[in-house]
């Protein structure tokens, strides 16, 4: 069905920028809802950024707010985001994510389709 594939992270200095992607194909982009989470070791997967599928609509954890930018290009079937700021906190697996709906939610419970995942690490 549904394949979403990370890539872009890597390592990087505190208060460096990356920008991550995933690659979606197998469904209509532009009418899924996308989400970034991440999971660091030993803790819970956690909320970072969702999108609705026109691109409208967006939501950001706290942590994240001001710093980190989610975007989407569905000509390109593409979702990104762009991280600035990069903290210590920041490191963790990011994961890419699809609903089968374009209304966007944080709860991950609700996506449907996820990617493997990108490491972003962040050295103080």
């Known amino acids: 069905q549904v394949q979403l594939v990370e890539s872009g992270g890597g390592l990087v200095q505190a208060g460096g920028s990356l920008n991550i992607s995933c690659a979606a194909s197998?469904?209509?982009?532009?009418?899924?809802?996308m989400g970034w989470f991440r999971q660091a070791p030993g803790k819970e997967r956690e909320f970072v950024a969702t999108i609705s599928g026109s691109g409208g609509v967006t939501n950001y954890a706290d942590s994240v707010k001001g710093r980190f930018t989610i975007s989407r290009d569905n000509a390109r079937n593409t979702l990104y985001l762009q991280m600035n700021s990069l903290k210590p906190e920041d490191t963790a697996k990011y994961y890419c994510?699809?609903?089968?709906?374009?209304?966007?939610?944080?709860?991950?419970?609700?996506?449907?389709?996820w990617g493997q995942g990108t490491q972003v690490t962040v050295s103080s």
């Open positions: 197998g469904s209509t982009f532009s009418r899924s809802a």
């Open positions: 994510s699809a609903r089968q709906t374009p209304f966007a939610t944080t709860s991950s419970m609700r996506y449907d389709y």
